[in-house]
Antibody, heavy 118, light 110 residues
Framework: QVQLVQSGAEVKKPGASVKVSCKAS????????MRWVRQAPGQGLEWMGW????????NYAQKFQGRVTMTRDTSIRTAYMELSRLTIDDTAVYYC???????????WGQGTLVTVSS | QSALTQPPSASGSPGQSVTISCTGT?????????VSWYQQYPGKAPKLMIY???KRPSGVPDRFSGSKSGNTASLTVSGLQAEDEADYYC??????????FGGGTKLTVL
């Protein structure tokens, strides 16, 4: 079955960067876009961007452009999301999710809590 | 882009039906038939309940249905059950491979 397993929780200081990984199994990794979504405590879902694991092409939500980088390593079926210049407002659970092909997200990782605190 | 507009809360008694709305614009909800709905329990990842406005993934009960009229999409939960109490989020394709979510609706089963 499809599984997305994310890296563990992180605590970072303001101004630092964080890199979250998402290891895929149970399907052809390069066949489906991967999207990243975050959820601040008590808040709703926020789309951050996507990566095409086949080509490496990516596209980011305007809010995160210049601060986020999405990459992948096809040899280990893993997608990455790196967010730089962290602020307190970046404290959130970050999810990777497989795009069905029509922007619906059929499978989700378990989430990675990133806490930004001085 | 602003988030899609959902009511913060909705409620119904067991066995009743409840409908949650999701209002966008002609650039997202109204422009494409790519509206999805997600169910999320506290501390858990979201689960896809509806895609392409009205289609249900395998395993989702047919008590859940979706529709769209103009710039507003709707999720209807019929025959409410206690386990349906959760947060529900809509999303829509917004062009240029962008995605936009609604603010979420907390569904309470009375």
């Amino acid at each position: 079955q499809v599984q997305l397993v994310q890296s563990g929780a992180e605590v970072k200081k303001p101004g630092a960067s964080v890199k979250v990984s998402c290891k895929a199994s149970g399907y052809t990794f390069t066949a489906y876009y991967m999207r990243w979504v975050r959820q601040a405590p008590g808040q709703g879902l926020e789309w951050m961007g996507w990566i095409n694991p086949n080509s490496g092409d990516s596209n980011y939500a305007q809010k995160f452009q210049g601060r986020v980088t999405m990459t992948r390593d096809t040899s280990i079926r893993t997608a990455y999301m790196e967010l730089s210049r962290l602020t307190i407002d970046d404290t959130a659970v970050y999810y990777c999710a497989r795009d069905r092909g029509d922007t619906s997200l059929t499978s989700w990782g378990q989430g990675t809590l990133v806490t930004v605190s001085s | 882009q602003s988030a899609l507009t959902q009511p913060p809360s909705a409620s119904g008694s067991p066995g009743q039906s409840v409908t949650i709305s999701c209002t966008g614009t002609s650039s997202d909800v109204g422009g494409y038939n790519y509206v999805s709905w997600y169910q999320q329990y506290p501390g858990k990842a979201p689960k896809l309940m509806i895609y392409e406005v009205s289609k249900r993934p395998s395993g989702v009960p047919d008590r859940f249905s979706g529709s769209k009229s103009g710039n507003t999409a709707s999720l209807t939960v019929s025959g409410l059950q206690a386990e349906d109490e959760a947060d529900y989020y809509c999303s829509s394709y917004a062009g240029n491979n962008d995605l936009i979510f609604g603010g979420g609706t907390k569904l309470t089963v009375l």
